[in-house]
């Protein structure tokens, strides 16, 4: 039964008041409520069993260690002890808008278009970046700490409680599926090494809807604890190894991966075969400092964000043929040629209506931060009159300049428009200078 009632005031360390309003959910550690904090509704966590005093104190100290970034749902005060010991946590409140990763996995709920499964990926690592950065580790990092909103793809991390300085744990151990094969063998803690296993699962999850591991040497026998922890822990094969097809995606079962594996630009698919090689999922943990940090995959991720575009055939999101003149589109299978790209810093981004350019486009100094992966600077627009002229318009703060062919240059303000015509040159301010081909 929920350990305390509707109408229940409970005082914060700081003195503060609030009020349970109702119950939300439950889980594994304890119980969601709305309460009334500070004139609005938020969300408390009220612990089912009595915490060591070394968690409360950490979680304390998380709260005065302030939020990582805008996804994360952190502790932002912490109550009292009652009579019994019992405490709990106040965050934000989840949006309706925002739903259960596991759903994605299961398809209860699906995104609205791909760019949103990028954007969502983005946001997970980028959120990981800064918390690694800050030295801190997550240690419990699972399906079940994701809301996301399949509109937008935009990101809230719940469960935050179990974060602590990098090496040090509070017992958490992970979920199965999830955690490092070292962690689940005893040979290491839970840290920041481990969290970025845990990390790589959870970006193939997303984008490929299949567990990494999970292939033929999945057997449906009499021993389902000693199967899981052959498969995913004492001898983890990952299922597209380069090197061992024993454990590829069984027919019928894993439909997912099988499908969207060939269609991914191979830069992808390379970070994830190394990822998950077998140097990097040794049970004792040897090589685990050369699991894939933060940022290698961030930039992965912003150049798959740069190489979608609207294939010409059935309008879905596909990937720029970037290795060959032609590719064909992941939706309708017809070949697709390459558009007009943007060449920037080294880039080429491909210009359709509807395409954004980000700051980090355009800023070689930019860091890949929650924040600034969201900052859009640029929209390719249609002209209103006649679909066949296409416009890079300024959403920035920046001065843009267009240099025609012709040698001729002209301000473009924000709210302004750049045609798209090749040959064209624009200049971004003092930032960069980019060509369209």
């Known amino acids: 039964m929920p350990s305390l009632r509707r109408g229940a005031t409970l005082r914060t360390l700081d003195g503060e008041g609030l009020q349970v309003v109702d119950l939300l959910g439950e889980g594994g550690q304890g119980f969601i409520y709305r309460i009334r904090f500070r004139e609005e509704y938020y969300a408390l966590k009220w612990y089912k069993k009595v915490e060591s005093d070394r968690f409360y104190e950490n979680l304390k ?25 019992g405490f709990g946590y106040v965050m934000r409140m989840k949006p309706d808008a925002y739903k259960d990763f596991s759903l994605f996995i299961l398809n209860r709920v699906r995104f609205s278009s791909f760019s949103a499964v990028v954007n969502a990926a983005l946001q997970i690592t980028a959120s990981f970046k800064t918390l690694h950065n800050r030295g801190l580790s997550y240690q419990d990092l699972n399906d079940g700490n994701f809301f996301i909103n399949p509109d937008t793809g935009d990101v809230l991390i719940c469960d935050n409680d179990n974060v602590a300085h990098d090496g040090e744990n509070l017992g958490i151990q992970g979920k199965p599926r999830y955690v490092a094969p070292e962690v689940v063998m005893g040979r290491h ?14 970006l193939f999850l997303l984008l490929f809807r299949n567990h990494p591991l999970a292939g033929m040497r999945d057997e449906d026998g009499d021993d389902p604890d000693g199967n899981e922890l052959n498969l995913y822990c004492r001898n983890p094969l990952f299922i597209f190894d380069p090197e061992d ?20 630009p191979s830069y992808i698919r390379q970070l994830f075969q190394r990822a998950f ?10 090589n685990r400092e050369e699991r894939i940090i933060e940022r290698e995959w961030l930039k992965a991720l912003v150049q798959l964000r740069r190489d979608l575009f609207f294939c010409p055939a059935c309008g ?10 032609e590719a064909v589109c ?11 790209i943007l060449e920037v810093l080294g880039q080429q981004i491909p210009l359709q209506p509807g395409l954004r350019l980000y700051r980090y486009d355009i800023d070689s100094t930019s860091d890949l931060t929650v924040e600034n992966i969201k900052e859009e600077i640029g929209l390719v627009v249609q002209n209103q009159k006649d679909s066949r002229i296409w416009g890079l318009k300024n959403l920035s703060d920046l001065p843009w300049y267009r240099r025609s062919p012709g040698g001729k240059e002209e301000l473009r303000r924000q709210g302004e428009v750049i045609p798209v015509i090749r040959s064209n040159s624009i200049k971004f301010g003092t930032l960069s200078e980019g060509t369209i081909r």
């Open 189 to 202: 803690k839970p840290d920041t090494f481990s969290d970025r296993f845990s990390l790589a699962v959870i």
């Open 245 to 264: 097809d024993s454990n590829r995606p069984k027919a019928g079962i894993h439909v997912n991966a099988p499908k969207f594996w060939p269609v991914f």
């Open 61 to 85: 100290e998380n709260v005065r260690r302030g939020s990582p970034a805008e996804t994360f749902l952190w502790p932002l005060a912490v109550t009292e002890k009652d009579s019994r010991g």
């Open 277 to 286: 090689h077998k140097d990097l999922m040794r049970s004792d943990g040897a």
């Open 330 to 340: 992941m939706n309708c299978r017809q070949p697709v040629e390459r558009p007009a």
């Open 316 to 325: 879905e999101l596909t990937f720029y043929p970037r290795e060959e003149d």
